[in-house]
């Protein structure tokens, strides 16, 4: 584990400042598909199937370009990370919970059924995952 962080270390200092932005970006762009299927596993008890997968791709493509949006919308790829303080969580909060909430009206509009619970454990799942 030593060894990862310091290649991750030293691949991230030799980033110009606009790279580590688009880096930045492009996680929080991942992060939430991955809140998605991590919530979906732990909400039904499995891993998801990959029936569940054909049928949800639509959503999880959305739901990457819509925290894509947010995030770049609350400039949270502009935060520097040793100034990563209380304002810097608390944008991550409110990105969690606009990402959610749309998640929330794109299930209500959909054919797709993610019950309410599951849509909470998703945004949490998301707010850590996005924090750490």
Request: charged share 10%; aromatic share 12%.
């Amino acid at each position: 584990m030593k060894i990862f962080q310091t290649l991750l270390f030293r691949f991230v200092n030799k980033l110009s400042r606009a790279q580590k932005k688009i880096f930045l970006a492009l996680i929080d762009i991942i992060l939430a598909p991955i809140a998605f299927l991590v919530a979906s596993s732990v909400f039904y008890d499995a891993l998801p199937s990959i029936e569940f997968l054909r049928h949800s791709i639509g959503l999880i493509v959305v739901l990457a370009g819509i925290a894509g949006a947010i995030s770049i919308l609350l400039k949270m790829p502009n935060i520097k990370l040793n100034a990563y303080e209380s304002r810097g969580i608390l944008r991550t909060g409110a990105m969690a919970v606009l990402v959610t909430l749309t998640f929330s009206m794109i299930i209500g509009m959909s054919n797709l059924y993610f019950s309410r619970l599951g849509i909470v454990l998703f945004g949490m799942i998301f707010f850590l995952m996005a924090v750490s």
